[in-house]
């Protein structure tokens, strides 16, 4: 949100009404010094790896703990004709994720470091494990462990893939469980299970503040009817039949209103994590470009620039924002 210079662009929202019904964690990401931007209908949520439970089973493997393990769990989908991970390498916002799930690791390497970046007293070379995940992101690449051509991969036909079958694992969101069993009812879908992704040694779930919020133009001549709009959506009943329809979305950002149990992909992805939880860096890190980042790693994919020159290029671009916002 803080591309977007919300203090100088989007009204304060602190004072209205329907903030006092909202989750902590739905208001979370939308603050900024001490305000208020951001109207959060969203759920809370995080990337880590989603893995088909039967699959896992019929191989006899076990929940890999680490990265060496997670290679090994790979290797034998692979020797079998099953896509280890599905990968839609050709999307920058996909890319991402995978690095955006470092925000506790960063804290467990070096206290009060998402801190500093947000001060510009630090930079992402700084940190050897953001180093270390991008060349184990490479390692998985390079094995073939996200399929043959990762980079004609649709994100939309990773439901097929994983509902039929033809992959066991993919980096994804808590609530895909949900949309692939909704598609595929034989897959049992409903079951599946998820784990933190391993590179870089990421053993947290890191969740998000929300994914999309409203945001209201600072300039805006109808302040009062959008907080009575605000109002309306969170009322008990308003909030309960929206959160039914959209089974996509997990835990409701509204307090009181509960509409379905949490699946296993949560409760497990929960259990499996080491060190608690983090905001994840793309709600956490004061500009960091899902663009420069996802980029970045598609040309060090294949090959064009180094895990090293890839941070370089983050660091470069975040601080052109640095000095144009005149931070």
């Not at 210079?5 to 989007?10: D, S, V």
Request: hydrophobic residues 35%.
């Amino acid at each position: 949100m803080q591309t977007f210079q919300p203090t100088e662009n989007f009204l304060d929202l602190s004072d209205m009404a329907w903030v006092d019904k909202m989750k902590d964690w739905a208001k979370e990401g939308s603050i900024i010094d001490g305000k208020l931007y951001g109207f959060n209908m969203w759920s809370v949520d995080g990337t880590a790896m989603m893995y088909n439970k039967q699959m896992f089973e019929e191989y006899n493997l076990s929940v890999p703990q680490n990265f060496e393990e997670l290679k090994e769990v790979c290797q034998v989908f692979k020797d079998n004709g099953i896509i280890p991970i599905y990968e839609n390498a050709k999307d920058p916002w996909h890319n991402h994720w995978w690095l955006s799930m470092l925000a506790a690791a960063f804290e467990k390497e070096s206290p009060g470091f998402v801190e500093r970046l947000n001060k510009n007293e630090a930079k992402y070379e700084d940190s050897a494990i953001m180093l270390q995940a991008l060349k184990d992101y490479k390692e998985l690449y390079d094995l073939g462990y996200f399929g043959e051509e990762p980079f004609a991969n649709e994100w939309e036909y990773g439901y097929e893939a994983m509902g039929t079958g033809k992959a066991a694992m993919i980096a994804t969101y808590i609530a895909y469980s949900n949309e692939v069993q909704e598609r595929y009812p034989d897959s049992n879908a409903i079951e599946w299970e998820m784990f933190p992704l391993l590179i870089g040694g990421i053993n947290e779930y890191n969740h998000s503040a929300g994914g999309v919020v409203r945001v209201v133009n600072k300039q805006t001549k109808y302040a009062d009817e959008i907080e009575q709009y605000f109002n309306f959506l969170v009322e008990k009943e308003n909030a309960e039949r929206y959160y039914t329809a959209r089974t996509d979305l997990g835990e409701a950002s509204v307090k009181g209103v509960e509409v379905r149990e949490q699946t296993p992909a949560y409760t497990s992805l929960v259990s499996y994590s080491k060190n608690g939880t983090a905001i994840v860096c793309g709600g956490s890190v004061k500009y960091w470009s899902v663009d420069t980042i996802g980029k970045a790693m598609q040309d060090m994919l294949t090959g064009n620039i180094t895990p090293e020159q890839a941070i370089e290029e983050m660091d470069a671009e975040r601080q052109k924002t640095f000095e144009a916002a005149g931070e």
